[in-house]
């Protein structure tokens, strides 16, 4: 869909992007018990969770002049968890 969107919107000078969030320390995470959190940190590369900033950094970002000439694409932020 974002692709398609991409395309579609080019030629009005608007970009379309998807931020992928891993594991972020939001409410959401309190559902699971310490040694589920754990567990998922020790697969993570960069071995933490994201903080919510983080993923605003990266919203900003291409939402900014910096980031005209990107579009059409997935911005993993998970620490590495799906490395390909």
């Known amino acids: 869909l974002s692709r398609s969107l991409a395309k579609e919107y080019a030629s009005c000078n608007i970009t379309v992007n998807v931020v992928a969030p891993g594991a972020v320390k939001t409410e959401m995470l309190e559902k699971l ?3 589920q959190i754990n567990e998922y940190i020790e697969s993570i590369p960069l071995g933490r969770l ?3 900033e983080e993923i605003g950094e990266i919203i900003a970002f291409l939402s900014s002049e910096q980031a005209s000439y990107i579009t059409g694409s997935v911005i993993p932020v998970d620490g590495g968890l ?3």
């Open 33 to 35: 018990s310490n040694d």
């Open 50 to 52: 994201g903080e919510p």
């Open 82 to 84: 799906y490395m390909g």
